[in-house]
């Protein structure tokens, strides 16, 4: 049982009487008298393991605060999740319990323009009770690219005592004025994420982290980063605009590593034999045409992700994007280029275009202990280019029904799966011929969108019943997804 005075949440006044009503909630009386009614709600998971009580203050009138969530079991901590917007009152927090710590503190708002003050006292606390975990979150969820969020425009700057912490361990910014070079003291830090805002000089905050082990950088801009050393082992970079076109990576213990964006020159200086994941996502929708500089391109594309594989060699989960499998044939030698890989489980984000099915070839090719293979249909946008009906002299109509088999397709493959399901032409004859030759198969997921469910179940039947027929050994199993 707590103690109902243990934590509060009150106006910024000297004296506060907390005290509860026959167990239905809290009465909160602030300094000026008014009565404020505060839920309390109590969770229990199913192992009865942790109990969780949250303050929900979203049916006080006055209150600005819509969500406080607080874990005193393990790690105490304040979600502040949305201010009001309507002339409400920034609701202050403290801690009552006298020496009690708050491990972890967040502040989720999309519009902090009118209460920066507000913002900024809250930091200052959370400060000074030593917190591990800060997740200070000030992005609107209309932002898709950096150019929406450089028009927006930075309206709150992180305060000079922000920089000062020296006990934080996990620490979250999104779309706030940051400068890495002011961060005196985060030795502790393990967990970095940034989004949604100009970076520069972040090699100098890296350099002071040597515990560092996941960092995350996602839609920011003005990225001057060219080494990145440590013990990182999770890294992920999405859709960042950066003035250097490569980035070099001295980490041996990567164990997951993640980039969607344009394409730059990623270098590893090492290979992680215990890597586990890669997830490669190259934002293009070049066609691949005869123009002599297009083709100088491609045959470049192909030579980078060729070597980039073969550093990542040993994950054990890869994921590829539409792009890949077009460049990644286009160097002279792709077969000399690309070594095998360690991949167990391989996910081809494919257009299903002609221009794709060599890469998806050489990846089977390159996978020989290969369990499981899930191919997600990536429908093409309105603006990209036209379908290629040919391509290096391939045939759609006819390039999957060869009787050309691969060591994983012989000896490892057991699962398929197949998301985006249409039951188009090109989906169909890739199935059957990895149902045909796939000498292990056991299962064959079939995810079909619920739209299309909707419009035409029977249509989408019938092309199950026709894999079906292409084997008697793999069940295929039919999902609405």
């Known amino acids: 049982m707590r103690t109902a005075g243990s934590l509060a949440i009150v106006q910024e006044t000297e004296k506060d009487d907390l005290e509860r009503d026959d167990g239905r909630g809290v009465n909160l009386r602030a300094l000026e008298g008014d009565l404020k009614w505060v839920n309390w709600e109590e969770e229990d998971d199913d192992e009865g393991a942790e109990e969780t009580e949250v303050l929900n203050v979203a049916t006080v009138p006055e209150a600005a605060i819509t969500e406080s969530l607080l874990d005193f079991d393990k790690e105490p901590r304040w979600i502040l999740k949305g201010f009001q917007e309507a002339n409400q009152t920034v609701y202050r927090v403290y801690q009552i319990f006298q020496g009690h710590v708050i491990e972890s503190f967040e502040i989720h708002l999309s519009n902090p323009v009118e209460f920066v003050a507000d913002i900024e006292y809250l930091i200052n606390f959370a400060v000074s009770r030593r917190m591990k975990k800060l997740v200070l979150d000030f992005s609107i969820p209309s932002l898709r690219t950096t150019l929406d969020a450089l028009l927006h425009g930075v309206v709150f700057e992180l305060p000079a005592s922000f920089y000062g912490l020296k006990t934080l ?154 792009y890949l499998l077009q460049v990644i044939q286009e160097c002279d030698i792709p077969a000399f280029l690309l070594r095998d890989v360690d991949v167990r489980y391989l996910v081809l984000r494919t257009k299903m275009q002609p221009k794709e099915f060599m890469g998806i070839r050489l990846l089977l090719d390159n996978c020989p202990d290969l369990e499981t293979l899930t191919i997600d249909h990536v429908h093409p946008t309105p603006s990209a280019s036209p379908r290629t ?93």
């Open 169 to 322: 361990e996990s620490l979250c910014i999104s779309a706030c004025g940051f400068d890495p070079s002011r961060f005196t003291n985060p030795e502790l830090l393990r967990s970095l994420s940034i989004s949604w805002l100009s970076l520069r000089q972040v090699e100098s905050l890296l350099s002071k982290c040597p515990l560092l082990e996941s960092l995350s950088i996602k839609h920011c801009w003005d990225l001057d980063i060219m080494m990145i050393a440590g013990k990182i082992r999770e890294l992920v970079f999405v859709n960042c605009d950066s003035p250097l076109k490569s980035c070099s990576f001295d980490l041996p213990n990567i164990e997951i590593f993640k980039y969607t964006g344009y394409m730059i020159c990623l270098h590893f200086m090492s290979v992680n034999t215990m890597m586990k994941e890669v997830y490669l996502d190259f934002d293009e929708e070049r066609e691949l045409d005869t123009d002599p500089f297009a083709i100088f391109l491609h045959k470049a594309g192909g030579k980078f992700v060729s070597r980039l594989l073969n550093a990542c060699r040993f994950a054990k989960t890869l994921t590829v994007c539409p």
């Open 389 to 481: 009906y040919s391509c290096h002299s391939i045939d759609p109509q006819i390039h999957w029904l060869q009787n050309i088999s691969y060591r994983c397709l012989r000896r490892t493959l057991k699962v398929v799966v197949c998301k985006n399901f249409i039951g188009d032409f090109d989906q169909l004859q890739l199935l059957q011929y990895l149902i045909r030759t796939g000498d292990l198969l056991e299962r064959v997921d079939v995810y079909v969108p619920d739209a299309v469910m909707k419009l035409g179940e029977w249509w989408v039947r019938d092309q199950v019943m026709t894999l079906e027929k292409t084997t008697n050994r793999a069940k295929i199993i039919l999902h609405s997804a």
